[in-house]
């Protein structure tokens, strides 16, 4: 099996590259990355000769190569990155999955991480997969949002037209190791913070809330829908944590588990989604068994010894 | 001055062509058409030297004269059009429109017509642009409506990060002379069945409600907000009559034209929307005294009389 992830040397990405290479039926796994926000010190770990890199845009990705499975995680996930370029964040999505669409062999798999922020600021809670959400397409999230929203449509428009062998999942908040120390999102933000000896800044009163997955639970769950369990249903698919926790509540936690650092306040971004929660009926009907098992506490912890080893290792190097 | 339109072959395009060349400023006009769903038949009367035609796809549009002015219409709109290509109607839209930037004089201005689509399926009536709309990105008229919404996200987000002389109009609901035969909606549907003596055929029980706007107000209001009027607002901006009217009174109204034609049901399709009808408030604002003039009575009574030609041209042909 020849498999393709874009978006590998990310954050998710070489999770799931991680996972992808204990598989024995695969005997390439070409990655597709532009070093955007991936770094390649994510794959620094991996010692396997079916595992090629290829540094460069996959909206201008060919191929002579088909694929038998394709896994489309290209795309900057944190607001500050993706409003600075948000042609490009569309360019990634959408484009990317159009270049990468023509290189899967015929009935080979197409999977995509979609986002809870297809959602926007949702007016239900918790959001199921068939809620259809709330998103201002002019607004300043919405390069991102609407890029995410409109390669979903690509994709099951492509099936209901074409046939696709689709897996489309929707993740929420996820955090853990191999997040960039600037990635910009909240928990990342409040260790580095934190670590730095900084106050920790809130966005507005912090009582927005998230849902935070930490990223093992998040990659179990992927990896079950995307390729482990037989599985017939397209997406999409919520995967989260369904615990719901106000900004401001992670924020203490992490301030006390450094003896007590300050909070401070920022304006509130326009459009900040004021809560979510993934509705997960979908996801223990279709992957029984599967839940997040870490708690935030936990897994702001085990993020917290990442950096910090992290951040030696970026001061010796 | 230089300007280019694409999708200038259709519809609503030919309409914006022929008013172009009433400017005395303009020294070339160059249309981009595929003839996908425009028709060079549209543009057959004009005899001006300033007009050029390029039959060729815009996503794959480049060219070294850079233009003044881009007025971006390329798309099919009509639901079998789109729903049988969403790949190619989303590449004509977004792709489009990123070739077109591309392609745009530094200072230049960039129109787009988008859709009262973006609304959905509305939960508010009328819809005013500050509405983010019901739109399920996974449905079977998503690549047109995501499609449009994402296009809608690329151009105001260029205005955020670098700055564009932009005007994006929501268009409701046009009819009148120039819709294809075989367009599909509603209006010219009628009308072309009336004309070959067959009985109407109304999806669901006709109480979905639509605001029908005939052409020549419509192209009224986009030269005037287009180039017309000094205005310093990028948009959204709502284009339409805001006299909602049910589908089966249209119905009714052409089959009474025609002495009595029959009038059957079909089933209503999927996210077939139940309610349009734009909030002009903001469009009286930017464009005082503009109106849609024409009712639909008038307007289905012009259509039916260029139909009538049409086809016995075409049966001459």
């Known amino acids: 099996m020849k498999v393709l992830i874009s978006g590998g040397c990310g954050f998710i990405g070489s999770?799931?590259?991680?996972?992808?290479?204990?598989?024995?039926?695969?005997?390439?796994?070409?990655?597709?990355?532009?070093?955007?926000?991936?770094?390649?010190?994510?794959?620094?770990?991996i010692n396997d000769d079916r595992l090629k890199i290829e540094i460069r845009d996959v909206e201008t990705f060919a191929s002579d190569v088909l694929f038998d499975e394709i896994y489309h995680l290209a795309s900057p996930a944190s607001p500050p990155w993706y409003m600075a370029e948000p042609r490009r964040t569309i360019e990634s999505n959408l484009i990317g999955a159009l270049r990468l669409l023509d290189v899967l062999k015929p009935g080979g798999r197409f999977a995509f991480t979609s986002t809870s922020e297809v959602y926007g600021d949702p007016r239900v809670s918790p959001q199921p997969e068939s809620y259809v959400g709330m998103v201002d397409c002019t607004g300043p999230r919405s390069s991102y949002d609407e890029?995410?929203?409109?390669?979903?449509?690509?994709?099951?428009e492509t099936l209901r037209t074409k046939g696709l062998d689709l897996r489309v999942v929707r993740?929420?908040?996820?955090?853990g190791p191999r997040t960039r120390?600037?990635?910009?999102?909240?928990?990342?933000?409040?260790?580095?913070?934190a670590l730095a000896g900084k106050p920790l800044t809130v966005f507005g009163d912090g009582s927005q809330t998230r849902s935070w997955?930490?990223?093992?639970?998040?990659v179990d769950g992927l990896e079950r829908y995307f390729?482990?369990?037989?599985?017939?249903?397209?997406?999409?698919?919520?995967?989260?944590?369904?615990?719901?926790?106000p900004v401001l509540d992670v924020a203490k936690y992490i301030a006390n588990l450094f003896g007590g650092?300050?909070?401070?306040?920022?304006?509130?971004?326009?459009?900040?989604?004021?809560?979510?929660?993934?509705?997960?009926?979908?996801?223990?009907k279709i992957l029984p068994g599967w839940s997040?098992?870490?708690?935030?506490?936990?897994?702001v912890k085990r993020t917290v010894e990442w950096f910090r080893e992290e951040m030696k290792l970026s001061k010796v190097g």
């Not at 997040?292 to 897994?299: Q, T």
Request: glycine share 6%.
């Open 15 to 45: 999770h799931i590259v991680d996972r992808l290479l204990k598989r024995s039926d695969i005997e390439l796994c070409l990655v597709v990355d532009n070093l955007w926000t991936g770094r390649k010190d994510n794959l620094h770990h």
């Open 147 to 156: 890029s995410k929203r409109c390669t979903e449509s690509l994709l099951f």
């Open 171 to 175: 993740l929420f908040n996820v955090y």
């Open 181 to 193: 120390p600037d990635d910009g999102r909240a928990v990342s933000n409040f260790i580095t913070q």
């Open 213 to 218: 997955g930490y990223i093992d639970d998040i």
């Open 227 to 245: 390729w482990l369990d037989k599985i017939e249903y397209p997406g999409p698919l919520n995967i989260g944590n369904d615990r719901e926790v």
């Open 261 to 284: 650092r300050m909070i401070i306040q920022h304006p509130i971004p326009i459009n900040d989604p004021t809560n979510r929660r993934p509705d997960l009926t979908l996801a223990n």
């Open 292 to 299: 997040c098992s870490v708690p935030y506490e936990e897994g």
